[in-house]
């Protein structure tokens, strides 16, 4: 006999008549990892519940759970407005008890000599208060109050200043750094869009600051997210201290992307400041599995931004994790002209860790190059191996498809020597045999566009029966590339 047939849960010593059939799944295991993102941001609500991860229902779900304007609703909205069917988890923090919020003010004068609309934004949510001619500055300082009120997730509070007349005070909601990069400003869309302070009237913005101290409980919340897969880690924190948590979580020897642990994940979020400023923070960076958007002087504020572009990188790895994410629009408001980035200034971004954006003639905002900032291995060498996010995604995806692949094959089975003649019935195995089976997966992984050279990865795989019934593979992955740049010399004649 060539080997005997072994039909599970039929116990061989039956002697009853019929007809007995066992449902056997080891062939027909095509799953994959869910796709999820986890995002987090602080609460200004529901403390109790701060510090652990749960699955989010949506918008209303997360303002009722976190607040109204926190960082975590905040987020929430601005991921599903463009990624709706995602899904998304949250990491609650509850703002530190050291820190301090970030303030500002709108200082009114008038009185108002005509009636008209004045248009207060508080990062890129419009705060219109109507203005009636003869209106004082205190008396348009209550009415500035009373319209935020009425402002749906608005990131701050306003107050009508005890001491100065016609002051309102803004104070972040949730403490911490953030709320320093809360922009304010008058008429961002300008007479074209509108909006023109009334006549009498004039307003001094004093901007946002003093917020201290992001949540010091970020490593340890980060260490309760057990086993759980998480695509993508979005946030708005770009401290050191922030940082320095989300890059262990990540590392490779034995973080999420170490082999014993195989989580995967990377992060994303935004930095607000000028190009000198982007270049300065992205140099001191060096970080595989995080990617940073500069935001220059937009008026929404760096976690709006980091939540759209992850939503964005989010549906990408959906549809397919090797295409390019640029020319992808987002909806946030865009620098003013004088802050957005030339290209000469945008290639340098991209060769000092940061990623890039460009603005149409329309004032859409769109995604140009999302890099990690990795730039020198542990050589302090110049190192592009990592360069783009996509590469990155590309690597976990392939990864996870070949750990469930091969598990469905040889979960189980006997481990003998290469050469060994095995029935096709029996559950055994040769290291040579998953090798075999490892290049017939890449090569489904290249009609996947994922990967590809096929044959040069047959032709030089490795796998090695060490003993022990370990098999170690050498696995020589040629990632697929993105498009990028097409260069050409427009060599023209005259006759």
């Not at 869309?189 to 992001?214: K, W």
């Amino acid at each position: 006999m060539s080997g005997s047939i072994t039909v599970p849960g039929y116990p061989t010593n039956n002697r009853v008549p019929g007809f007995y059939f066992a449902l056997d799944n080891s062939r027909a295991n095509t799953a994959s990892y869910g796709r999820r993102v986890l995002i987090i941001a602080q609460t200004t609500t529901g403390a109790a519940l701060a510090g652990t991860a749960r699955l989010s229902a949506g918008v209303t779900d997360a303002q009722g759970l976190y607040g109204v304007g926190s960082q975590a609703a905040t987020m929430v909205a601005q991921y599903f407005a463009l990624d709706p069917m995602g899904e998304v988890w949250v990491l609650p923090l509850a703002d530190d008890a050291a820190s301090v919020a970030a303030k500002g003010s709108f200082t009114i004068t008038g009185p108002a000599t005509a009636s008209g609309t004045l248009c207060l934004y508080v990062g890129d949510l419009l705060v219109p208060t109507l203005v009636t001619a003869g209106d004082t500055a205190a008396t348009i300082a209550e009415n500035i109050v009373t319209a935020a009120a009425s402002v749906t997730g608005l990131y701050a509070t306003l107050a009508v200043d005890a001491t100065t007349a016609g002051q309102v005070n803004v104070t972040a909601l949730n403490k911490g750094l953030c709320g320093n990069d809360i922009p304010l400003g008058i008429n961002l869309l300008g007479t074209a869009g509108g909006q023109s302070t009334p006549s009498g009237v004039a307003v001094a913005i004093a901007a946002m600051s003093g917020g201290t101290q992001n949540p010091t409980t970020l490593a340890t919340a980060l260490a309760t997210l057990g086993d759980r897969v998480y695509d993508l880690l979005i946030h708005p924190y770009t401290d050191a201290a922030s940082l320095t948590s989300f890059k262990t979580l990540f590392n490779n020897t034995d973080g999420r992307w170490a082999p014993m642990n195989q989580l995967y994940g990377h992060g994303i979020t935004a930095f607000r400041g000028t190009y000198g400023d982007a270049t300065t923070f992205g140099l001191t960076q060096n970080d595989p599995h995080t990617t940073v958007m500069p935001t220059s002087d937009s008026p929404s504020p760096p976690m709006v931004w980091a939540a759209q572009v992850g939503a964005q990188v989010a549906a990408s790895i959906r549809t397919n994790p090797a295409i390019p994410i640029t020319g992808v629009a987002l909806t946030v408001m865009p620098p003013t002209d004088a802050g957005r980035f030339t290209l000469d200034q945008r290639n340098s971004l991209l060769h000092d860790g940061m990623s890039t954006f460009t603005v149409d003639d329309s004032g859409t905002v769109n995604i140009e190059r999302l890099v990690t900032t990795y730039q020198e291995n542990a050589e302090g060498v110049p190192d592009d191996s990592y360069l783009d996010i996509e590469t990155l995604m590309t690597a976990m995806i392939c990864l996870q498809d070949m750990r469930i692949y091969l598990a469905s094959q040889f979960g189980g089975c006997i481990l003998v020597a290469d050469g060994t003649k095995i029935p096709a019935v029996a559950k055994a195995t040769t290291a040579q045999l998953i090798g075999k089976a490892c290049s017939a997966r890449y090569n489904w992984q290249c009609s996947q566009f994922w990967a590809q050279n096929a044959a040069t990865f047959a032709a030089n795989i490795q796998a090695q029966n060490q003993g022990g019934g370990v098999v170690a593979l050498l696995m020589p992955y040629d990632f697929a590339n993105q498009l990028w740049v097409i260069a050409g010399n427009c060599q023209f004649v005259k006759s």
